[in-house]
């Protein structure tokens, strides 16, 4: 038996393809080899294909995109297909497509007429000779499509009477020279006779996963990303189960169940699709078959296991799986020979088992099955919540334990849906609101699911449980928190809730703990000291003492100026053993604790884990942290393409998801790029939100946030005075705020400020009380940073040697090269300082070196400023990729002369041009005095035009390279 396959030879992008068909994701190749065949047909060349696969692969789509392809030829297009109730009349088929033509049968040679005549029973007593129906039937098509093209689509060829495929398979061989063409359509090893007759097959296989997830989404754009995987992982590619799948879903309770172990529902068409098949085997095949289904692991054993004890006393015992041979032969299941584990061959054949047996079939194979997974606790306690009839504490009691177990192993997913239906079999209101209330917080704070905690919040005042009564009000603060971003109730919420516990609080209690969890990341938000006195104060009642994650983020994240050098070592330590931790929340915590002690480069691997996870439907909400850390890191480094990326990635989830206290770290992300860019209108778009948003909340940590992005902007436009009064807010100079951990990050900008604006005394003061907090012992950057403020401060009060070694000893620290923002703007400094102190060769030297860094991390302002300082110097500046030009002077003006010209033209004061160019007001007038003349011009007002025309005027500098 041969057949000519037509595989496709790949999957071909189908955004452009002139498909008539657009739902017809991924099935581009096969599209276009059927246009190629009608494109034979219509030009008199006919013949047949054969499209070959399993049930609801595509087939009918496949069919339905020729007929119209066909018709948008210009073709004839006649349909039927094959019905199982008239697989026993004969000829049924071809009255279906013959019928068009009937009133063409009188051309026909006689005895052709009076064949077909008899066949179809339109007329004609000639019936006995098959092969003269063949005939008849060949010759009328031919007769048919002698003035129009003609396409036969014959659907469920296996279905079709035997007379009618005998006649078909005849016609289908001998079309070749006519414009005749038949198209037809049956499942893999089911073509009856068509399955022995050598003709062109296009074997129609799975959608690949990105059009199967195209075909998802299009058609059900509202699922969860936890019921969208499960859907694309049972039916593994077959568009009928894509587009049929979710609408059996409506049915379920919760959709959280839809990741527990059970088989998915199924629609009525679905369970056609295989009834013949499974009806027509022996009840102990079903029984064994419904075994394998509630299974779903494959194995045999457990399917010999459960089987094996069913023998009848004194008969001899017998293979039990021998019962599965009638499976096997109609093709519904085989063993792999590789895993030897059972398979259906069909991803909809498992649900179409289960949807066809009797609840009480069900629950008598889910009690079998659990009998025998009593080395398995997790399956057995599914299996047995499946088989419950109603409320059973016992069996709520281990999903309990299970939604524990996957909650640890870094599947919270597993854990919502385990507690969801512990709840729904728990018959005590306390212990069902606890369970509902568990599964509401992991759906908030872990998968992204704000929906379950809302009605939750009621309850919890009216629960006299504590235990009951503190979970509950930790899933509601967690949905507060999240999406209203009501911090003061929020805070209030837990404050009360931990403060009413008596006596010693205990660190096994882990409702407990992730409420201190909470409560901890309220006080870093609400960005004042006065809200962590509660929180200390509860893990000093910790007993015997807080877990590590608490430790560890109480003093990275609560004050890590005081706090952080206490506990490095640990952190370290938990940062080292992240490799072999799946646990999603322990990543993201471990990860927020590094942030501040500049130490994610150590957790990137698992936050790249974490962000995986949750692309998959998993941890969302701590892939959304892991993405904003992930994007800090970038910022740091100087990568901040990748941060505009990652950050974006956690916004576009924050939206989706409805987070929004959540959102607002990755907007700051984004602002400072946008800020070192000179993208103003950006940042003034992004604070003004901000405040919109934070101020009436009272959430200090946005202020914050806001003021350094105004800081940053500021620095970046040289406006020393803006800038400082800025950083100010976040932490006032010659101190560094308590628990306001950014104060750490503005030490270099509130020193910069205060130095370049005049006021030296606070520039130094601040430093000092850097120095002092011993901040550069947490990272090689804050080193950086403290020494480089230190520098600029002692070139502001009163340049010395000692300025000079200052900023040589910032710069060839160990490790700064990876902080490239950093450096160039102790670079600029340092040029800026070499410039005052007359050295312009040695400034020079580090003026190129800010201008190319600068450059580089695309932060024009900056790289602006820097080609300035070296213009003023004499020194050629390179043309930027951030479009800073190069040393074209106007005219005969000095290199300082100029750079007063440009300032001047852009507005600033003489005091704001001399606090830019280290010069006194005086200096600047003497300057504008004598060029004004050079110019040609006599006010501020005509500077703009001035500079202008004098560039057109004057030749380009050749380019210089750096």
Not at 7 to 27: C, K, N
Not at 82 to 107: R, W
């Amino acid at each position: 038996m041969r057949h000519r396959e037509l595989e496709p030879e790949g999957e071909a992008p189908t955004l452009r393809t002139p498909d008539p068909q657009p739902s017809l994701h991924g099935r581009t190749t096969e599209v276009s080899l059927l246009g190629d065949f009608l494109a034979r047909v219509g030009a008199g060349d006919g013949g047949a294909l054969l499209l070959s696969g399993e049930a609801g692969v595509g087939k009918s789509a496949l069919l339905e995109a020729a007929a119209g392809r066909a018709q948008g030829l210009g073709m004839r297009v006649v349909r039927a297909a094959g019905a199982e109730f008239e697989v026993e009349v004969s000829f049924a088929t071809l009255n279906q497509l013959l019928g068009p033509f009937i009133g063409l049968m009188p051309q026909l040679d006689p005895a052709d007429w009076e064949a077909l005549g008899a066949a179809i029973q339109i007329g004609g007593s000639h019936t006995g000779d098959p092969t003269q129906v063949s005939t008849a039937t060949l010759a009328l098509l031919r007769k048919a499509a002698e003035h129009q093209a003609l396409l036969l689509v014959v659907d469920d060829l296996p279905w079709m009477d035997k007379a009618s495929a005998r006649v078909l398979a005849f016609v289908a061989r001998r079309l070749a020279g006519h414009s005749v063409g038949f198209v037809g359509a049956a499942r893999t090893g089911e073509a009856g006779l068509f399955d022995d007759v050598d003709l062109p097959r296009l074997t129609v296989a799975p959608l690949p996963s990105a059009p199967a997830q195209a075909l998802l989404d299009q058609n059900f754009p509202e699922l969860t990303e936890p019921l969208r995987r499960r859907i694309l992982d049972d039916a593994r590619g077959y568009p009928l189960a894509l587009l049929e799948l979710p609408t059996a879903l409506v049915n379920l309770g919760h959709v959280e169940a839809a990741k527990a172990p059970v088989v998915l529902p199924v629609t009525d068409r679905i369970k056609a699709l295989f009834a013949a098949r499974v009806r027509s085997l022996p009840a102990e095949t079903n029984d064994l078959l419904l075994l394998a289904a509630l299974d779903g692991t494959g194995d045999l054993r457990v399917l010999t296991d459960a089987t094996s004890d069913q023998s009848a006393p004194g008969e001899a015992a017998s293979d039990p799986l021998d019962a599965l041979g009638p499976a096997e032969v109609v093709n519904l299941i085989y063993v792999d020979p590789i895993t030897g584990r059972l398979e259906f061959r069909h991803p909809l054949t498992r649900a179409a088992v289960v949807a066809m047996a009797t609840d009480a079939e069900r629950r008598r194979a889910h009690k079998v099955l659990a009998s025998r997974l009593a080395d398995d606790p997790d399956r057995r306690a599914w299996q047995m919540s499946a088989a419950a009839l109603g409320p059973d504490e016992s069996v709520a009691a281990e999903l309990e334990h299970v939604a524990h177990r996957a909650a640890v192993r870094g599947d919270p997913v597993g854990a919502v849906a385990a507690y969801v239906r512990a709840a729904d079999l728990t018959p005590e209101r306390s212990r069902k609101l606890r369970r509902l209330a568990l599964a509401a917080y992991f759906g908030a704070n872990v998968t992204g699911d704000l929906g379950m905690a809302a009605p939750l919040l009621d309850e919890a005042a009216l629960e006299a449980d504590p235990d009951a009564a503190l979970t509950i009000t930790l899933a509601a603060a967690a949905q507060l928190l999240n999406q209203n971003g009501d911090l003061d109730t929020t805070y209030r919420l837990l404050v009360n809730a931990v403060e009413m516990r008596r006596g010693p609080l205990h660190a096994e209690n882990e409702v407990l703990v992730e409420t201190l969890h909470t409560l901890l990341l309220i006080c870093y938000f609400g960005g004042r000291p006065e809200l962590w006195a509660p929180l200390d104060r509860a893990i000093a009642r910790l007993e015997p003492g807080p877990p590590p994650d608490l430790r560890l983020l109480r003093a990275a994240l609560g004050d890590p100026a005081r706090l952080a050098v206490d506990v490095l070592d640990h952190l370290d330590t938990a940062i080292a053993l992240l490799h072999g931790k799946q646990d999603a929340a322990h990543i993201r915590r471990v990860g927020i604790a590094a942030v501040f002690t500049d130490r994610v480069t150590g957790c990137l691997p698992a936050l790249r884990r974490v962000v995986e996870d949750g692309r998959s439907g998993g941890a969302v909400t701590a892939s959304i942290d892991a993405l904003f850390l992930l994007a800090t890191h970038y910022y740091f480094t100087g990568a901040w393409d990748e941060t505009e990326r990652d950050a974006g990635e956690g916004l576009a989830l924050c939206d989706d998801l409805g987070f929004q206290m959540l959102a607002w770290p990755g907007h700051y992300l984004r602002g400072l790029v946008a800020a070192a860019r000179g993208d103003e209108d950006a940042v003034r778009v992004m604070t003004a939100r901000m405040a919109a948003w934070g101020f009436p909340r009272r959430v200090g940590c946005i202020q914050h946030y806001i003021a350094h992005l105004n800081c940053q902007a500021a620095l970046a436009r040289g406006e020393f005075d803006a800038a400082f009064r800025h950083a100010s807010l976040v932490s006032p100079p010659g101190t560094l705020a308590s628990h306001t951990p950014l104060a750490m990050w503005l030490v270099l900008d509130l020193t910069e400020a205060a130095a370049r604006s005049g006021r030296t005394r606070e520039a130094s003061a601040h430093v000092d009380a850097a120095t002092q907090a011993g901040i550069g012992r947490i990272s090689t950057r804050l080193d950086l940073i403290v020494r480089g403020a230190t520098a600029i401060a002692s070139a502001a009060a009163r340049p010395t040697q000692d300025t000079d070694d200052a900023f040589e000893t910032a710069l060839a620290a160990p490790g700064t090269e990876r902080y490239p923002f950093e450096v160039a703007r102790i670079h600029l400094a340092y040029g800026e300082h070499l410039r005052r102190t007359r050295r312009a060769s040695a400034a020079g030297v580090h003026l190129e070196l800010a201008v190319d860094l600068f450059d580089r991390l695309g932060a024009a302002p900056w790289a602006e400023r820097a080609a300035r300082e070296g213009r003023a110097v004499g020194k050629a500046t390179p043309r930027l990729r951030t479009g800073v030009s190069g040393a074209d002077t106007a005219g005969a003006l000095t290199p300082q002369q100029r750079q007063v010209a440009e300032l001047a033209a852009a507005g600033l004061t003489n005091k704001q041009i001399g606090e830019r160019l280290f010069l006194s007001p005086r200096t600047v007038a003497t300057h504008l005095y004598e060029l004004f003349p050079k110019l040609g011009i006599t006010s501020r007002a005509a500077l703009r035009d001035a500079l202008a025309a004098n560039d057109d005027a004057t030749p380009p500098a050749p380019d210089v390279q750096p």
